[in-house]
C-alpha cells in the first residue's frame, strides 16, 4: 500500500500496477481515496519450533496459543502466532534472539505477527528482529495478506471480510490506530485496502 501511494504522488492518474514476485504476482490500486493490493493465497510452512518454545519467545502463556503456528509467505515470510485473547496480543514482548531463532528465514530479517480474532474484528501486532533488537511495525498489508493466506490454509471458507487493528502500543502523532480492511472472495483471491499518510519524500545518492 505504502508503494501504491508513492507512484500516486509520483504521477497524478496513477490507478493500477503490478509488483512481479517469484511465486506470484500482486496488484495495487488506488480507488476513492483508498489503496488497495490484491494477492493470491501465500504459501505456508510449519514452524518447526514447538508451542513452548514460541511461547517463552514472545512472552506469551502457551495456553493462549491456538494451533497451527505457521510461516506465511505472501511477498514477504511471516510467523504467524495467534491467540486466544486481544489481552494477550497487547502483553506480548517478544525477545530478540529467542524470536529470530522461532521465526527464521531464508529470505529477509525475521517477521512475525501475533493477533487474536473476535468475529470480524483482527487485534495484530507486527514484529521484526535482527537477533539484537525488535521493531514493531504501526501498519502492515503484508501482515493483513498473510493473515487472510493463514486463514485460507487454516480451513476458513470464504468470503471472509475482516477489520484489522494495529498500532495500540505505539505512540504515533499522526494516526492512533491503522485499520486495514481484509477481503477472501470466492475466488480466493486476498484483497487488502487502507488509507496511507504521505509524510513527505527524499533522495539518496550512492
Known sequence: LGAACVLTHADAIFSTATFHFA???ISVQYIDGSYVFISLAGSTRPCERG???VAHAFDIDARDITTPVLLVDSGIEQLMIQVRSRQSVLQAKPHAALFAHCADSP???????????????ITLRCFSSDHFNVVEDFASASAAANLASYLLASGCKPPQQLTIEQGHTIQKVVSRLAILHVRIDAQLQIQVSGKVQYLGNGSLNL
Not at 529470505?107 to 474484528?121: F, G, I
Open 23 to 25: 511465486e506470484h504476482n
Open 51 to 53: 508451542i513452548l518454545e
Open 107 to 121: 529470505k529477509q530479517l525475521a517477521q512475525a505477527v501475533v493477533w487474536s480474532r473476535d468475529d470480524e474484528l
